[in-house]
């Protein structure tokens, strides 16, 4: 009787969160080098981007020889219904993903900046792989979340990530009050993203909705010579200081 292969891993491959910015930091200023390794002897990879997929390991070749030429990395991308709806909500089975994990090859989770699977797509096919009986393993890089909250100055025992807030000014406002009333009763910080042509409007709305004394912190080009981070309270904010560009992406952050 043919044993069958023993099965590959699912490795949570982190990039470098200067995806999309300007300037890019040098690769191996933000990823240890077990993380470049690991990532250079990979073929198979599930990302959010293929573009974006083959764009970071043309960097991490650059400083680690890749396994396999970029024209055979095996890449394949999330549905786009997935990046929607997102991997729980669209019902999405991620078993599909995982077939070269199933004949032994390890496998590579990616998405465009900072960790797979937090704050962006991928949870689905984490949890496929739990679920075929794969070893799980996250490898050591940037998460900009966890970066902009400890250098906040919030409260980084009791903390919620809640995404993205509604583009309709009306609806972020009525989210931006339901969030600073969730914080300063519970003290819990409440943290979500945007996207750099969003960043002003953004800014606005918070100066315009939230208290006096409610203090915001926001960060952007987090990891690269250009990083700004700011925390200050609501009433300082309107003194004149400038938020973040239509350039970079930023995490905000708000709490007593």
């Excluded at 995806?19 to 990823?31: G, K, N, R, S, T």
Aim: charged share 15%.
């Amino acid at each position: 009787m043919k044993t069958p292969p023993v099965k590959g891993r699912l490795l949570l491959v982190p990039t470098p969160l200067d995806f999309a910015c300007q300037a890019q930091a040098p690769i191996e200023h933000v990823l240890p080098e077990a993380t470049l390794v690991a990532a250079a002897g990979l073929r198979h990879w599930v990302c959010e981007n293929a573009k974006s997929t083959r764009a970071f390991l043309k960097r991490v070749g650059e400083t680690h020889p890749l396994v396999a030429p970029l024209a055979e990395q095996e890449i394949t991308e999330l549905p786009r219904h997935v990046h929607k709806k997102g991997d729980h909500q669209s019902g999405f089975d991620g078993k599909s993903m995982l077939s070269a994990a199933l004949q032994g090859h390890d496998i590579g989770l990616v998405s465009e900046a900072g960790m797979p699977a937090v704050a962006d797509p991928g949870s689905s096919v984490v949890r496929a792989a739990h679920d075929l009986g794969m070893t799980v393993v996250p490898l050591v890089g940037p998460v900009s979340l966890l970066l902009a909250l400890a250098a906040s100055g919030l409260n980084g025992q009791n903390f919620a990530f809640v995404g993205y807030l509604p583009q309709d000014a009306t609806e972020r406002t009525a989210r931006l009050k339901q969030l600073e009333s969730l914080a300063l009763k519970t003290g819990q910080t409440q943290l979500w993203i945007e996207t750099p042509y969003r960043n002003a409007a953004m800014l606005a709305g918070l100066l315009q909705s939230l208290q006096a004394n409610t203090r915001l912190a926001i960060a952007s080009g987090l990891t690269l010579p250009s990083a700004s981070i700011q925390s200050h309270t609501i009433a300082q904010w309107k003194k004149g200081l400038k938020g973040p560009d239509g350039h970079t992406p930023a995490v905000y952050a708000i709490g007593p």
